[in-house]
């Protein structure tokens, strides 16, 4: 056994590698991104944070704790990492509310129209 395969282990690495995963899905959201980045190009940010990994160790680690929580399960032959989307806010409106309130803007709209 390597010293590096000791020092890069995975229970060393998962909380620096969920640190880089909340942010670069954080970035996505943010910009309104796809939520997936390639595995060559998350192996090669970890690295350039000083998180030595290899793909193989990133697909057993993104299956467990605290990873899990961010990433969405890695096949082992895909090169496709998949961030977990923002919850969506659920809003329980019964149809008619919904068929008023649209009414309402587009009437709203129509004097707004006539008044110019």
Not at 13 to 26: E, Y
Not at 56 to 76: F, G, R, Y
Not at 83 to 98: H, I, L, Q, T
Request: cysteine-free.
């Amino acid at each position: 056994m390597k010293i590096l395969e000791v020092v890069a282990s995975p229970l060393l690495d998962s909380s620096k590698l969920l640190q880089l995963a909340q942010f670069l899905r954080g970035r996505a959201l943010d910009t309104g991104a796809e939520l997936e980045i390639s595995k060559k190009a998350f192996i090669s940010r970890a690295q350039d944070y000083g998180i030595n990994i290899d793909a193989d160790q990133l697909v057993t680690l993104a299956d467990s704790e605290p990873l899990n929580a961010v990433l969405m399960p890695v096949a082992p032959n895909s090169d496709i990492i998949q961030f977990k989307g923002a919850e969506p806010e659920s809003v329980a409106m019964p149809v008619d509310n919904a068929q008023d309130i649209v009414a309402n803007a587009a009437k709203s709209a129509m004097k707004k129209d006539r008044s110019v």
